[in-house]
């Protein structure tokens, strides 16, 4: 949940793109921001994503690492 750390900030909206790494177990091996959205977010954002768990992209019926990029979008309340 996207909750501005100050009044101008919520008001805004702002976006970014994470890019992070599947493993072959379909754990996130590394994270990166593309593009930030807002840098009090993104810090929370890189932390809770290294628990997010996919379904691991296949080769030949074989796992294999991949990478995803993720939109973020932040929108005012």
């Not at 840098?39 to 074989?62: C, F, H, K, M």
Request: net charge positive; charged share 25%.
């Amino acid at each position: 949940t996207w909750k501005a750390p100050d009044p101008f900030s919520g008001t805004r909206e702002y976006t970014g793109t994470l890019q992070v790494r599947i493993g072959t177990d379909g754990r996130v091996k590394s994270v990166r921001v593309q593009d930030a959205s807002h840098p009090a977010y993104d810090a929370r954002l890189i932390q809770a994503s290294r628990s997010w768990v996919y379904t691991p992209a296949t080769r030949n019926g074989e796992p294999v690492e991949s990478d995803r990029l993720i939109a973020i979008k932040l929108r005012p309340q």
